[in-house]
């Protein structure tokens, strides 16, 4: 009797042991619209920014609180016992039916914003392009924080257009979950064996129908098969000038140019013309004037004065 209460004493030991470490855990979600959020769950349950929330098991009316310095900052009322499109803050500590006598509610979340890393690697190398024959890369999305029953596309596109399934290598990229989407970033990684050589993008989208009513995607990543980038250029440095002090020569003097002068353009002499002669005035000839004889005016006027005297004379 001693021995099987001693091994039940041992159980519960145990079982307070392990309830000491249990982790953070979320409700989850139905693998559809909504993140169930449960009543008196333990730990935190996980709440992404954009998400839809419904709540079960609580009384009514379900209203969310945000606690700050323990002191409520804010509260979110559900309707109908849903929350669509979640948009706090995501400081604080967050109660749903929040009690400020004991300061405690009846469920407590932890609100983060939605997280999809991406990089496209072969091993632990980042890489952007491969040569043709490698056989798988890793869709490595290290860091995601939506539900593993979300769904997701993994969009791939190359020269063909987007490849939805690779029949070849069994593998599918459309309507999976972000568990499936994990494990192309594992060691196995997602097989790219026969694909064609050209450029390829990967872009993570959410299904939000089927991710909790969230729609988000991820950065777009490029991989080229077969045409791997050309490294830059290395800038090289100029090797130092060493400066060589010539011998002394005279200067050389550059004439400076002279304009020239057009030439001035010799005139050629006209024709010779016979010339017309000119008739030589015959010039006017001046009579010579009669010399003047002295006295001879006033002998001409005593006659002339000798004949009036007559004349009178012989008329009376």
């Known amino acids: 009797m001693w021995k099987r209460y001693g091994l039940f004493c041992t159980a519960i030991m145990l079982a307070t042991v392990f309830a000491a470490f249990v982790p953070i855990v979320s409700a989850g979600n139905s693998g559809g619209n909504f993140n169930l959020i449960a009543a008196h769950e333990d730990g935190l349950q996980k709440v992404l920014i954009g998400q839809n929330l419904e709540f079960e098991g609580f009384s ?3 209203v969310v609180s945000r606690v700050v310095s323990g002191d409520v900052a804010n509260t979110y009322p559900a309707d109908n016992n849903r ?3 979640v948009n706090w803050p995501t400081a604080g500590a967050f109660f749903v039916n929040y009690n400020t006598t004991i300061k405690n509610g009846e469920a407590q979340l932890s609100v983060e914003a ?3 890393p991406l990089e496209i690697k072969v091993g632990s190398a980042t890489v952007e392009g491969v040569m043709v024959g490698t056989t798988a890369i890793r869709v490595d999305t290290a860091g995601i924080n939506l539900f593993d029953e979300d769904v997701v596309d993994l969009v791939i596109n190359g020269p063909a257009g987007q490849i939805s399934r690779d029949a070849k290598n069994d593998q599918q990229f459309t309507d999976i979950t972000v568990s499936d989407l994990k494990a192309y970033g ?3 990684g997602l097989k790219i064996g026969g694909w064609k050589v050209g450029k390829y993008t990967f872009q993570v989208k959410t299904e939000s129908g089927e991710a909790c009513g969230l729609e988000d995607e991820s950065v777009v990543k ?3 098969i077969g045409e791997i980038p050309s490294e830059p250029t290395p800038v090289t440095t100029p090797a130092a000038k060493v400066e060589v002090t010539p011998l002394w020569t005279a200067p050389v003097v550059t004439p400076t140019p002279v304009p020239t002068s057009a030439p001035t353009p010799t005139v050629m002499p006209s024709p010779s013309v ?3 002669p000119v008739s030589t005035p015959i010039p006017t000839q001046i009579p010579t004037p009669t010399p003047t004889t002295p006295c001879f005016e006033f002998m001409c006027a005593v006659v002339g004065l ?3 005297v007559c004349l009178i004379l012989r008329r009376g």
């Open 306 to 308: 000798v004949v009036a």
């Open 186 to 188: 594992t060691t196995a």
């Open 274 to 276: 016979a010339p017309v």
């Open 83 to 85: 929350i669509y499109n």
């Open 60 to 62: 009514t009316p379900v």
């Open 114 to 116: 939605p997280i999809i």
């Open 222 to 224: 490029s991989l080229n």
